[in-house]
Every structure is written in C-alpha cells, then in structure tokens.
C-alpha cells in the first residue's frame, strides 16, 4: 500500500487548501480512511476519517465546520478540504488507512501512512 499527500503549502490565515492523498497498491473499499496532522512538539491528532465503504464521515471537534473529508473512488484518492486556516493550524498533515474498516482516534490503530504534507499558515 502506498499513500501520497500533496496539496500542503504556505497559506495567509482565513484562506483554504484542498489535500490530496493518492492511494495504491490494494482495493480499499473495506478500509477506513483518515488524515492526521502534526504540529512541531505535538502529539499527531486526528482530524477527519471516513469509511471508503459508504463514505461516512467522522470529524473530530477542533475542525468540525472547517474541514471536508472525500474520497474519489474511480481516482482511489482521499481529500481534505481545510477552511478558515489558522495559524494554529500549521503542521505536517498525515493520511493513514486501516484495513479494519473501523473508525479509530489513535494513530497507533493505522497501518499505512503517506509521508506528509505540510501546511503553513501565516498570518
């Protein structure tokens, strides 16, 4: 399995960026997908994760009403659509795939990870 993030850059705060998460190598219609991100001497967080399967969709609370999670299933690609930056918001943002299909808040339930992307808001 191979993920790659892209999208991430340097954003003024009150702007948006869209993050792409290209996946390969398996079928994921069981799996549950998921971006994380990580600020510099931070914990990796969860942010949004959906459920390849039928799309449901899970938000964490800090991000709700900000964020979009997707997928395009012809594409195999994971989106994240990130509103109203913050400069808090600067940090590594992660995608993660669980071949459990199961809905996860710890980083430590996925097994597959992409190497990246970081985003930069400044303000």
């Known amino acids: 399995v191979q993920l790659v993030e892209s999208g991430g850059g340097l954003v003024q705060a009150g702007g948006s960026l869209r993050l792409s998460c290209a996946a390969s190598?398996?079928?994921?219609?069981?799996?549950?997908m998921a971006w994380f991100r990580q600020a510099p001497g931070k914990e990796r967080e969860f942010l949004a994760g959906?459920?390849?399967?039928?799309?449901?969709?899970y938000y964490t609370n800090s991000v709700k009403g900000r964020v979009t999670i997707s997928v395009d299933n012809a594409k195999n690609t994971l989106f994240l659509q990130v509103g109203s930056l913050k400069p808090e918001d600067t940090a590594v943002y992660y995608c993660?795939?669980?071949?459990?299909?199961?809905?996860?808040?710890?980083?430590?339930?996925?097994?597959?990870w992409g190497q990246g992307t970081q985003v930069t808001v400044s303000s």
């Open positions: 959906i459920r390849w399967s039928d799309s449901h969709t």
């Open positions: 993660a795939a669980s071949p459990s299909g199961t809905y996860y808040l710890s980083p430590l339930r996925y097994t597959y």
């Open positions: 190598g398996r079928t994921f219609n069981s799996y549950f």
